[in-house]
C-alpha cells in the first residue's frame, strides 16, 4: 500500500453510560495506519450482563487492527475487518459460557482517499453527515422496526416506541455468515461526520443534535450531544464519534468561535466602556462639548434679546402664517 498524501481530519470520540443503565456496552475507537488512512469504529454490544461488553470492544479493537494493516482497496478491506471481528467475537462465545450469545452492532467510517470516506455497517448503530446545516443519515439500520418501516407497515413515530425496536437484524456474532453494507461518500470540506449508537439517536430529536453540531471547537459538539442524550433522560449508553474535514485556511470563517466569543462578552460584561477609550480621546470630546455649548449659550441669548429680529419665527413649535 503505497502513502498517500490525506487531508487531516479532525476527531473525536465520547462515550457515556448514560442514567439508567449499570455498565456501559458500547465501544469505540479512533485508528491511522502508516498509510495515512484513518478510521473511527462504533459498536454496541448486546447479550448478558458480560457479554455485550466484550462484544463491541472486541469488535472494534479487531476492525481497527485489521484496517491498520490491510494492504486491500478501502471497501475490500473494511468487509474483511467486520468478517474478522464477526469470527472473532464468535470464537470467544463458544469458548466462555459467560459471553455465550454475545454480539454487537459496528459502524466504521474509513478516510482512504482524498475526497471519498467509506462507511460500512451491521446493525442500528448509525452514520451521518452534518453539510451545509442539514444532517443527512448515511446508513439505514438493520432492524426490525426499520424493516417495517421501509415495508409502509408502520411510521417513524410508531417504530419510535415499537416493543421490538431494540431487535436487530444483523449484527457481529449473530451467525457465521455476516452480510456487511458498505457505500462510498464523497467529502467536503467542512463536512463533519457524525457515527453514534441508539443511545443517541432514539432519545435526541433531529434538530437538537444540527444545533449541537453546530458548535465548535468539535469537543464542545460531542460534549453537547452526549449531554442532550442524557437531558433526554439517559436511557441507553450513549457513543458519539465526530469526525471534521477541514475547511481551507483561507475560507475559514473570521468570526470568533463559541468559545473565543463567550470570552470577550464576559470580558464587556465586567469592563468599564470608559477603560477601552484612550484618555486623549475623552479630553477632545470634553472640550468640543464645552465649545458646542457656550456657542449654544451666546447664540439662545441673541435670539432671546428684544433686539433681534424674526425671533418668534425661529422657535419651533409655532403655527406658522
Ligand atoms: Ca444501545
Given at each position: 500500500m503505497?502513502?498517500i498524501?490525506?487531508?487531516p481530519?479532525?476527531?473525536?470520540?465520547?462515550?457515556?453510560?448514560?442514567?439508567?443503565?449499570?455498565?456501559?456496552?458500547?465501544?469505540?475507537?479512533?485508528?491511522?495506519?502508516?498509510?495515512?488512512?484513518?478510521?473511527?469504529?462504533?459498536?454496541?454490544?448486546?447479550?448478558?450482563?458480560?457479554?455485550?461488553?466484550?462484544?463491541?470492544?472486541?469488535?472494534?479493537d479487531?476492525?481497527?487492527?485489521?484496517?491498520?494493516?490491510?494492504?486491500?482497496?478501502?471497501?475490500?478491506?473494511?468487509?474483511?475487518?467486520?468478517l474478522?471481528?464477526?469470527?472473532?467475537?464468535?470464537?470467544?462465545?463458544d469458548?466462555?459460557?459467560?459471553?455465550?450469545?454475545?454480539?454487537?452492532?459496528?459502524?466504521?467510517?474509513?478516510?482512504a482517499?482524498?475526497?471519498?470516506?467509506?462507511?460500512?455497517?451491521?446493525?442500528?448503530?448509525?452514520?451521518?453527515?452534518?453539510?451545509?446545516?442539514?444532517?443527512?443519515?448515511?446508513?439505514?439500520?438493520?432492524?426490525?422496526?426499520?424493516?417495517?418501516?421501509?415495508?409502509?407497515?408502520?411510521?417513524?413515530?410508531?417504530?419510535?416506541?415499537?416493543?421490538?425496536?431494540?431487535e436487530v437484524?444483523?449484527?457481529?456474532?449473530?451467525?457465521?455468515?455476516?452480510?456487511?453494507?458498505?457505500?462510498?461518500?464523497?467529502?467536503?470540506?467542512?463536512?463533519?461526520?457524525?457515527?453514534?449508537?441508539?443511545?443517541?439517536?432514539?432519545?435526541?430529536?433531529?434538530?437538537?443534535?444540527?444545533?449541537?453540531?453546530?458548535?465548535?471547537?468539535?469537543?464542545?459538539?460531542?460534549?453537547?450531544?452526549?449531554?442532550?442524550?442524557?437531558?433526554?433522560g439517559?436511557?441507553?449508553?450513549?457513543?458519539?464519534?465526530?469526525?471534521?474535514?477541514p475547511?481551507?485556511?483561507?475560507?475559514?470563517?473570521?468570526?470568533?468561535?463559541?468559545?473565543?466569543?463567550?470570552?470577550?462578552?464576559?470580558?464587556?460584561?465586567?469592563?468599564?466602556?470608559?477603560?477601552?477609550?484612550?484618555?486623549?480621546?475623552?479630553?477632545a470630546?470634553?472640550?468640543?462639548?464645552?465649545?458646542?455649548?457656550?456657542?449654544?449659550?451666546?447664540?439662545?441669548?441673541?435670539?432671546?434679546?428684544?433686539?433681534?429680529?424674526?425671533a418668534?419665527?425661529?422657535?419651533?413649535?409655532?403655527?406658522?402664517?
Open positions: 503505497s502513502e498524501a490525506l487531508t481530519v479532525e476527531v473525536t470520540s465520547l462515550s457515556d453510560i448514560g442514567r439508567v443503565r449499570t455498565n456501559n456496552q458500547d465501544a469505540c475507537g479512533e485508528f491511522a495506519n502508516d498509510a495515512g488512512w484513518r478510521a473511527l469504529v462504533v459498536a454496541d454490544g448486546m447479550g448478558g450482563h458480560r457479554g455485550g461488553e466484550v462484544a463491541s470492544r472486541i469488535a472494534v479487531t476492525i481497527g487492527q485489521m484496517l491498520g494493516t490491510s494492504h486491500d482497496a478501502p471497501e475490500r478491506s473494511l468487509r474483511n475487518a467486520f474478522a471481528a464477526n469470527e472473532r467475537v464468535l470464537e470467544v462465545a469458548s466462555d459460557p459467560r459471553c455465550a450469545g454475545m454480539g454487537t452492532t459496528a459502524v466504521a467510517l474509513l478516510f482517499a482524498e475526497g471519498q470516506a467509506w462507511v460500512a455497517h451491521v446493525g442500528d448503530s448509525r452514520a451521518y453527515v452534518y453539510r451545509g446545516g442539514e444532517l443527512i443519515a448515511l446508513t439505514a439500520d438493520h432492524s426490525y422496526v426499520a424493516e417495517l418501516q421501509r415495508r409502509g407497515f408502520i411510521s417513524p413515530a410508531e417504530a419510535a416506541v415499537h416493543p421490538r425496536r431494540n437484524l444483523r449484527s457481529i456474532g449473530g451467525e457465521p455468515y455476516l452480510d456487511v453494507e458498505i457505500r462510498g461518500v464523497d467529502t467536503f470540506p467542512g463536512d463533519c461526520f457524525l457515527l453514534c449508537t441508539d443511545g443517541l439517536w432514539g432519545c435526541v430529536p433531529e434538530s437538537e443534535m444540527v444545533a449541537a453540531l453546530a458548535r465548535t471547537p468539535l469537543e464542545e459538539a460531542v460534549r453537547m450531544l452526549v449531554e442532550l442524550a442524557n437531558r433526554h439517559g436511557p441507553d449508553n450513549v457513543t458519539v464519534q465526530l469526525a471534521r474535514i475547511e481551507p485556511a483561507s475560507a475559514a470563517p473570521e468570526t470568533p468561535t463559541r468559545g473565543e466569543a463567550d470570552e470577550a462578552s464576559a470580558e464587556e460584561a465586567y469592563t468599564s466602556p470608559w477603560s477601552r477609550i484612550p484618555p486623549a480621546a475623552i479630553g470630546s470634553l472640550l468640543a462639548a464645552i465649545l458646542v455649548a457656550a456657542f449654544l449659550w451666546v447664540h439662545f441669548a441673541r435670539e432671546n434679546s428684544p433686539n433681534a429680529h424674526g418668534a419665527a425661529s422657535q419651533p413649535g409655532k403655527d406658522r402664517p
